[in-house]
């Protein structure tokens, strides 16, 4: 299958990127002139602009959307109100997680959607098939550019180009810039503060190149998804495929606070209600290498004796603290602060099991 292209694509080519393939899209793994180690550090240190077009877009409108849409996935939208996201999980019946996605309130009639790139077909399809009467679910996934803007000096560059920059975490509000309406969210992936722009795709270059001219008084860096990667790593935030399956429930990846538990329905509830009683199932953890080793995933963890407790799930050297840094999914019984064991290409290399995030985010400081 040919895959799918940003309309940035260019603009990713002139700069030297590194191409591969992202949910179906070939997305910049990383820059020439720096590549990914640079390119974190500009995150945490400066500020670094993301394509991230590869996400899906979907739209629930019609009377009830925003009570159709609470009936399906996990959170509870009634938390928050109009201009205000929120991070929910598409579930199974099983409890197995179809995807985790960020739901953007504009009003009890209306509610957009960005799920993963790879699952917002299957996402779109659900809720299109328990749609009732009224409620329309639309697939925006290439009407729509997003662009990230992350990093302490991400402020800066938004009020250079007169975009807001004063609306909480979690929140969004409409604005424009080079002449395009966008949707200026104060989400990320990153850890670090900062902003994502919803640009139509017509738009993209435009705003891509504006930002860009923005930025550079601040050092802004193009940034690829390898950063993304390690970045989401050491906040260990969890990434669908890895942390998060069919196989991997919320309660087993821990996010049982992004779950309205109260509500009366969404789908899953019955298992994940199960699971969460039972106590049963392996858990995600973090763990923090006492030495070199780089953890991978699919790795084995095992306590000192070599029995089994589990899998790494995601696994990186962590660039802001040099060290190897992993996410993976552990039997219930092992306490944070014990050492495992972890088989680094065939070297048993000690490892301690910690509490994510590794670095301390900043993603809510007003």
Sequence with gaps: MDLLHSPLHDRHVALGAKLAEFGGWEMPLEYAGGGVLAEHKAVREGVGLFDVSHLGKALVRGTGAAQ?????????????????????????????TVDDLIAYLRSDFEVFLIPNAANTAA???RLQAAAPEGIDVVDQHREFAVLAIQGPSSDEVLQALDLPVDHEYMSFADATVAGAAITVCRTGYTGERGYELVVPAAAAVDVWDAVVAAGEPFGIRACGLGARDTLRTEMGYPLHGHELSAEISPVMARAGWAVGWKKPAFWGKAVLEAQRAEKTVRTLRGLLAQKRGIPRPGMVVADTDGGPLGEITSGTFSPTLRQGVALALLDQSVEDGATVVVDVRGRSEAFTVTKPPFVQPSTKES
């Design 68 to 96: 159709f849409v609470n009936t399906c996935f996990t959170n509870d939208l009634e938390r928050i109100a109009p201009g205000k996201a929120q991070y929910t999980l598409c579930c199974d019946d099983d409890g197995g």
């Design 123 to 125: 996402v779109v399809a």
